[in-house]
């Protein structure tokens, strides 16, 4: 990705994406990794680094778990699958492959807010007193 782009993708997104037309000979070296519609093959995968506000130490066990099972749940519903999860103390790595047919920054706002409103909903004392306000994630 040139410079120019990544500076439109901005510094906490990237997205990768490889996409091929109805090419029987390519696909059939990996048939399990492409999917395919009507008019397309296709293999989408976005690599997605969430952060939280002011990038505080707020990703204990059981709020990765709770984010994880959120992360899930969302990727169900947007027809996404959920390859890898990994949390640190200040942020997480997410590795998605979804359909051609979702739009990638609505899957993350739907993240985003789903996970915001769940961990929020817990009131735990490590969230609570290191996330002042109403906000979770960096506006990034």
Request: hydrophobic fraction near 45%; charged fraction near 25%; charge should be positive.
């Amino acid at each position: 990705m040139d410079s120019h782009r990544r500076a439109q993708a901005g510094p906490f997104l990237w997205i990768q994406a490889n996409i091929a037309l109805s090419t029987k000979d390519y696909i059939s070296l990996h048939d399990d990794d492409w999917r395919n519609g009507r008019h397309v093959v296709y293999q989408l995968h976005a690599h997605i680094v969430l952060i939280p506000r002011y990038r505080r130490n707020v990703m204990t066990e059981r709020v990765s778990d709770e984010i994880r099972s959120a992360l899930i749940e969302v990727c169900t519903r947007f027809d996404s699958t959920l390859d890898a999860f990994e949390t640190d103390g200040d942020h997480a790595h997410l590795l998605i492959t979804y359909a051609a047919k979702v739009a990638l920054s609505r899957l993350v706002m739907s993240m985003k807010t789903l996970i915001a409103m769940r961990v929020r909903a817990k009131n735990w004392p490590e969230v609570r007193e290191a996330l002042w306000g109403q906000h979770f994630w960096s506006p990034s």
